[in-house]
């Protein structure tokens, strides 16, 4: 389990988490979205012991993360910008990696060579992007980690490479329990792995639930009114509206049930409640139309 509780850092007297606080279980897959400058970056440090906090806790298994090499060697991590030593190549760095976790497997290593067609022996930097990060999960995934952490672990990968790598992340959490946290700002990804999903905005987890429980917690409604009416009754605790000829498109926070017998008042032609993308979710959980694309006139 990773624990984050009541996380303060602050940066010249910016408070880059600002009381931040969420719960990985063990053997999930836990997706933290939010808007750039989120804070989801530092959060991601701290968690990895590169930054220490100003106050709260961090636990990782029940044990801090500052100054803990052993709980070190139990954690892998991919930041968005993989660092590796210059002249190295892939086979170089799979040395390095040896050197610090102890549970590294050259057996899983040489079996992973069949799923990244990479030449171990090029040096990483006149590797493509895409090539790069590959070899980051073939020596990443080698080193058998407990914790996974993930920073935009994708980009630049092809859309086979992205599922051969998701399949081999997610054969970890289903046969050695792997916990996993990701952060990417791409949902539509997120949505097909993740079991729990945390919104970040301005330095605090503003909520984390189940994705299951996302999803029941809103409803996208589509509606025709009788004739005569043209517009949502104001009555309506409509977090969004837009329309379409006579289909209202309403957001609503709460269950599908409760939206239609709400709506069912005005006697509707037509109710459908669709159910909301994670990408939906986000939007309007961060504030709705504030935060959804604006029409501008060019």
């Not at 880059?16 to 530092?42: E, F, H, Q, S």
């Not at 190295?88 to 799923?115: H, I, K, V």
């Not at 058998?144 to 599922?163: H, K, N, Q, S, T």
């Not at 008042?265 to 409640?273: N, T």
Request: glycine residues 8%; contains cysteine.
């Amino acid at each position: 389990m990773i624990e984050v509780k009541n996380v303060v850092k602050r940066f010249d007297g910016f408070a880059a988490l600002d009381g931040a606080t969420l719960t990985v279980p063990k053997g999930g897959v836990y997706g933290l979205v939010g808007p750039n400058g989120a804070g989801k970056t530092t959060l991601l440090r701290h968690l990895t012991g590169i930054f220490r906090q100003d106050a709260g806790e961090i636990l990782i298994g029940g044990e801090p993360v500052w100054e803990n090499p052993a709980l070190k060697a139990r954690m892998a991590v991919i930041p968005d910008d993989w660092y590796y030593f210059l002249q190295a190549t892939t086979a170089d760095m799979m040395r390095f990696y040896r050197g610090f976790y102890p549970q590294f497997s050259m057996e899983r290593y040489n079996r992973l060579r069949e799923a990244f067609a990479i030449d171990e022996k090029k040096t990483i930097r006149r590797l493509s992007k895409g090539m790069q990060k590959q070899a980051a999960f073939w020596l990443t995934l080698s080193c058998m980690p407990d914790y996974l952490i993930l920073d935009e672990p994708v980009d630049g990968l092809d859309p086979v490479m992205r599922r051969q790598v998701w399949s081999l992340v997610m054969g970890d959490v289903a046969e050695r329990g792997t916990t996993v946290l990701v952060s990417s700002h791409n949902l539509r990804e997120l949505e097909d792995v993740c079991d729990h999903v945390g919104i970040m905005d301005r330095g605090k987890v503003l909520l984390e639930r189940s994705l299951a429980q996302l999803q029941d917690n809103m409803v996208k409604l589509q509606v025709v009114f009788p004739d005569g009416v043209t517009e949502v009754p104001p009555e309506l605790p409509v977090l969004h509206a837009s329309r379409i000829g006579r289909i209202h498109t309403l957001i609503m926070r709460m269950g599908a049930r409760e939206a239609e017998r709400l709506v069912a008042q005005y006697s509707p032609l037509l109710v459908d409640a669709v159910p909301l993308t994670l990408e939906e979710i986000f939007i309007y959980e961060l504030g709705g139309a504030d935060y959804a694309v604006k029409d501008i006139v060019l």
